[in-house]
């Protein structure tokens, strides 16, 4: 008679994360990319319960940053572009915008080194996780660890490239500069993006 699957453990934070040291890791200045709605600014701090690092219970609100434009292109459409057959609203795409968010020096949570990996025991599939509980579990324990970390940098799921959570605390949000790049209609990255990926516009 076969045997039960093998299953994995789901890694999630020890309870007692909050007095150990959490690895932190200088992320330089430098520019970063964010897809947004017309009638938004590109600086828009939310706890959207759809994102992976946001619970519902982290006391600051989060902003997600990409660090180039396919990969904040993949981070808006990449589930609605698998799950509808490469077609996405024409209507949402006319709606959207790009800017970049000039973001300052900041000492951070890099979920994208391994070493800060090992050091907190968790790994990629707990990161990434289909259930969103999982990861905004690591969300939470991260933002309310003592050491008041600004942001956690983490692996986009679609591309491997590097995104940002950014927590509205310690005054970043004064720090942070926004710069309007585009339409989405009219950004010649993201309309090659749309003839590389063979997505239709419906």
Same mark, same amino acid.
């Given at each position: 008679?076969?045997?039960?699957?093998?299953?994995?453990?789901?890694?999630?934070?020890?309870?007692?994360?909050?007095?150990?040291?959490?690895?932190?890791?200088?992320?330089?200045?430098?520019? *970063?990319?964010?897809?947004?709605?017309?009638?938004?600014?590109?600086?828009?701090?939310?706890?959207?319960?759809?994102?992976?690092?946001?619970?519902?219970?982290?006391?600051?609100?989060? #902003?997600?940053?990409?660090?180039?434009?396919?990969?904040?292109?993949?981070?808006?459409?990449?589930?609605?572009?698998?799950?509808?057959?490469?077609?996405?609203?024409?209507?949402?795409?006319?709606?959207? #915008?790009?800017?970049?968010?000039?973001?300052?020096?900041?000492?951070?949570?890099? #979920?994208?080194?391994?070493?800060?990996?090992?050091?907190?025991?968790?790994?990629?599939?707990?990161?990434?996780?289909?259930?969103?509980?999982?990861?905004?579990?690591?969300?939470?324990?991260?933002?309310?660890?003592?050491?008041?970390?600004?942001?956690?940098?983490?692996?986009?799921?679609?591309?491997?490239?590097?995104?940002?959570?950014?927590?509205?605390?310690?005054?970043?949000?004064?720090?942070?500069?926004?710069?309007?790049?585009?339409?989405?209609?009219?950004?010649?990255?993201?309309?090659? *993006? #749309?003839?590389?990926?063979?997505?239709?516009?419906?």
């Amino acid at each position: 008679m076969a045997g039960n699957p093998a299953i994995r453990p789901i890694r999630l934070p020890p309870p007692d994360l909050g007095t150990q040291k959490l690895p932190c890791t200088r992320q330089i200045a430098r520019t *970063w990319f964010r897809v947004h709605p017309r009638v938004r600014s590109a600086i828009l701090f939310n706890l959207n319960l759809t994102h992976r690092y946001s619970h519902p219970k982290c006391p600051s609100p989060i #902003l997600y940053v990409a660090i180039d434009p396919e990969t904040s292109l993949w981070e808006v459409f990449g589930d609605a572009l698998f799950d509808n057959g490469h077609a996405l609203p024409q209507t949402q795409w006319d709606d959207l #915008l790009i800017s970049t968010i000039d973001v300052p020096n900041l000492h951070l949570c890099d #979920l994208s080194k391994t070493t800060t990996r090992g050091a907190l025991t968790v790994d990629l599939a707990a990161l990434m996780n289909e259930d969103l509980s999982v990861p905004q579990q690591w969300g939470l324990a991260i933002q309310l660890h003592p050491s008041q970390v600004p942001a956690i940098k983490f692996k986009s799921r679609f591309t491997g490239n590097a995104c940002l959570a950014i927590f509205d605390r310690g005054g970043i949000r004064p720090q942070l500069r926004q710069t309007f790049v585009s339409p989405l209609s009219q950004f010649d990255p993201a309309l090659t *993006w #749309l003839t590389r990926h063979q997505v239709a516009l419906v």
